[in-house]
Protein backbone atom coordinates (compact mmCIF):
# COMPACT_ATOMS: atom_id res chain seq x y z
CA UNK A 1 0.00 0.00 0.00
CA UNK A 2 2.68 2.52 0.41
CA UNK A 3 4.27 1.78 -2.46
CA UNK A 4 1.04 2.54 -4.37
CA UNK A 5 0.99 6.02 -2.54
CA UNK A 6 4.46 6.77 -3.32
CA UNK A 7 4.26 6.02 -7.02
CA UNK A 8 1.14 7.33 -7.40
CA UNK A 9 2.49 10.94 -5.57
CA UNK A 10 5.60 10.55 -7.80
CA UNK A 11 2.92 11.06 -10.82
CA UNK A 12 0.92 13.57 -9.92
CA UNK A 13 4.25 15.71 -9.39
CA UNK A 14 6.17 14.63 -12.79
CA UNK A 15 2.68 15.14 -14.97
CA UNK A 16 3.02 18.89 -16.42
CA UNK A 17 0.43 20.71 -15.37
CA UNK A 18 -2.56 21.59 -17.60
CA UNK A 19 -4.12 24.88 -17.88
CA UNK A 20 -5.93 27.03 -19.44
CA UNK A 21 -4.43 30.00 -21.36
CA UNK A 22 -5.72 33.45 -19.67
CA UNK A 23 -5.56 36.98 -20.57
CA UNK A 24 -2.66 38.55 -18.01
CA UNK A 25 -2.26 41.83 -19.67
CA UNK A 26 -2.93 43.97 -22.59
CA UNK A 27 -2.24 46.94 -24.88
CA UNK A 28 -3.76 48.71 -25.41
CA UNK A 29 -4.75 48.13 -21.25
CA UNK A 30 -8.40 46.79 -20.53
CA UNK A 31 -10.44 49.77 -19.94
CA UNK A 32 -8.24 52.19 -21.28
CA UNK A 33 -8.61 56.16 -22.21
CA UNK A 34 -5.78 56.85 -25.08
CA UNK A 35 -4.67 59.68 -27.00
CA UNK A 36 -3.16 58.53 -29.41
CA UNK A 37 -4.95 55.56 -32.02
CA UNK A 38 -2.94 52.07 -32.01
CA UNK A 39 -1.97 50.98 -35.20
CA UNK A 40 -2.21 46.78 -33.13
CA UNK A 41 -3.54 44.98 -30.22
CA UNK A 42 -1.16 43.02 -28.24
CA UNK A 43 -2.50 40.21 -25.87
CA UNK A 44 -0.66 38.54 -23.41
CA UNK A 45 -1.43 35.21 -22.33
CA UNK A 46 -0.43 33.05 -19.05
CA UNK A 47 0.38 30.09 -21.41
CA UNK A 48 1.64 29.53 -24.61
CA UNK A 49 -1.44 30.29 -27.56
CA UNK A 50 -1.46 28.16 -30.93
CA UNK A 51 -2.03 31.10 -33.40
CA UNK A 52 -3.19 29.16 -36.39
CA UNK A 53 -6.22 28.30 -33.77
CA UNK A 54 -6.74 30.95 -32.59
CA UNK A 55 -8.33 34.98 -33.34
CA UNK A 56 -8.41 38.22 -31.95
CA UNK A 57 -11.47 40.45 -33.72
CA UNK A 58 -11.11 44.29 -32.86
CA UNK A 59 -14.85 45.87 -33.55
CA UNK A 60 -15.53 49.44 -33.90
CA UNK A 61 -18.98 51.36 -31.80
CA UNK A 62 -21.14 49.69 -34.59
CA UNK A 63 -19.68 46.48 -35.07
CA UNK A 64 -17.51 46.40 -37.66
CA UNK A 65 -13.83 45.07 -37.79
CA UNK A 66 -11.46 47.45 -38.03
CA UNK A 67 -8.52 44.43 -37.79
CA UNK A 68 -5.84 44.59 -40.41
CA UNK A 69 -5.13 40.96 -41.08
CA UNK A 70 -4.96 37.45 -38.75
CA UNK A 71 -3.62 37.37 -35.50
CA UNK A 72 0.24 36.12 -35.09
CA UNK A 73 2.36 35.77 -32.14
CA UNK A 74 4.79 38.45 -31.31
CA UNK A 75 8.06 38.85 -31.06
CA UNK A 76 8.46 34.93 -31.34
CA UNK A 77 6.80 34.58 -27.77
CA UNK A 78 4.22 32.48 -27.78
CA UNK A 79 2.08 33.96 -24.83
CA UNK A 80 1.91 36.86 -26.89
CA UNK A 81 -0.47 37.38 -29.67
CA UNK A 82 -0.64 40.49 -31.63
CA UNK A 83 -3.29 41.69 -34.62
CA UNK A 84 -2.73 44.76 -37.13
CA UNK A 85 -4.97 47.77 -37.13
CA UNK A 86 -6.74 49.51 -39.64
CA UNK A 87 -6.36 53.39 -39.01
CA UNK A 88 -8.99 53.99 -36.05
CA UNK A 89 -10.93 57.18 -35.47
CA UNK A 90 -11.73 58.16 -32.20
CA UNK A 91 -14.25 56.37 -29.95
CA UNK A 92 -14.65 53.39 -28.47
CA UNK A 93 -13.48 49.58 -29.48
CA UNK A 94 -13.90 46.62 -28.38
CA UNK A 95 -11.42 43.79 -28.48
CA UNK A 96 -12.97 40.16 -28.93
CA UNK A 97 -10.12 36.96 -28.18
CA UNK A 98 -10.70 33.22 -28.68
CA UNK A 99 -7.57 31.49 -27.65
CA UNK A 100 -6.82 27.43 -28.20
CA UNK A 101 -3.65 27.18 -25.61
CA UNK A 102 -0.50 24.78 -26.42
CA UNK A 103 -2.43 22.03 -24.50
CA UNK A 104 -5.32 22.38 -26.36
CA UNK A 105 -7.84 24.62 -23.86
CA UNK A 106 -10.01 27.18 -25.72
CA UNK A 107 -10.83 30.36 -23.37
CA UNK A 108 -12.12 33.19 -24.31
CA UNK A 109 -13.29 36.93 -23.53
CA UNK A 110 -13.57 40.93 -24.57
CA UNK A 111 -12.88 43.93 -23.22
CA UNK A 112 -12.96 47.43 -25.15
CA UNK A 113 -10.57 50.99 -24.77
CA UNK A 114 -11.34 54.57 -26.28
CA UNK A 115 -9.34 56.33 -28.45
CA UNK A 116 -9.97 59.97 -27.66
CA UNK A 117 -11.00 62.81 -29.74
Known amino acids: MKFFIVAALGL ?3 SPAFAHA ?3 SALPRVGSDIPTAPTE ?3 SYTQGVEPDFSRIDVQNASGA ?5 PAHTEGGEKT ?3 VKLKKLTPGIYEVIWHVTSVDTHKTQGSFSFTVAP
Open 22 to 24: FLE
Open 80 to 82: KLA
Open 41 to 43: VVL
Open 12 to 14: AIS
Open 65 to 69: SVTDG
